[in-house]
């Protein structure tokens, strides 16, 4: 009964190439992010979405676009992916959006960008 | 600048063995921290979280210390076990609340042998 989910858990593509990555959870919860953790397994976090309510962090390129459909799916689309994007990927889901609440991780998506 | 500082990197313990795992922050204003567990090639699980009332906080084997004076915390693995293999995670929230206000450690890389 699999509370946070991505798929697909593998991503293997060209540069240049545009690709999505969804989520969907399950738990009810009102807020969804996007966190990156790259090769030195350092965790950032992307975005964050409460609500429809989109957060976006500015570090991040506009080449990453969130996009919510609903309260329990949060996809996030790469235009034209660069070798630095290679990275996996993992997204959360918290009650709310206070830093309080604890967040639930998906399985994470490593995506390989050659 | 807010920052989590995690130590030591990577530590090699054998079964049944104690270990304790450090985390410094300048994280300010200070609202809560958390503890979490990545096992590899899955996304994270929050084992504690402690506001700066709260110094102590225990989750079966895992006891997390708070001192918010000196800004230290501590995750003490009592009688190890293989399956505790895995990179355990600091994270403080600052008082503002959101996903912005969260400062990441690095993460300590914790294998257990046999």
């Known amino acids: 009964d699999t509370a946070v989910s991505q798929t697909p858990k593998y991503l293997v593509t060209q540069m240049g190439n545009d690709k999505s990555i969804k989520c969907e959870q399950n738990?009810?919860?009102?807020?969804m992010y996007w966190y990156k953790q790259d090769s030195k397994k350092f965790l950032k976090i992307m975005f964050s979405y409460n609500n429809k309510e989109l957060i976006i962090n500015e570090t991040v390129p506009n080449r990453f676009s969130p996009k919510s459909p609903d309260k329990a799916h949060l996809n996030l689309h790469i235009n034209s992916l660069e070798l630095g994007d290679s990275a996996v990927y993992f997204c959360?889901?918290?009650?709310?959006?206070?830093?309080?609440?604890?967040?639930?991780f998906g399985p994470g998506t490593r995506l390989t960008v050659l | 600048k807010n920052q989590v500082e995690q130590s030591p990197q990577s530590l090699i313990i054998l079964e049944g063995k104690n270990c304790t795992l450090q985390c410094n922050y300048t994280v300010s204003p200070f609202s809560n921290l958390r503890w979490y567990k990545q096992d590899t090639g899955r996304g994270p699980v929050s084992l504690t979280i402690m506001t700066f009332s709260e110094n102590t906080k225990s989750n079966g084997r895992y006891t997390a210390t708070l001192d918010a004076d000196t800004k230290q915390s501590s995750l003490h693995i009592t009688a190890s076990q293989l399956s505790d293999s895995a990179s355990y995670i600091c994270v403080v929230s600052d008082s503002g609340g959101g996903a912005d206000g969260l400062t990441f450690g690095k993460g300590t890389h914790l294998i257990i042998q046999p």
């Open positions: 959360a889901s918290s009650q709310d959006l206070g830093g309080g609440d604890t967040q639930y």
């Open positions: 738990l009810g919860h009102d807020t």
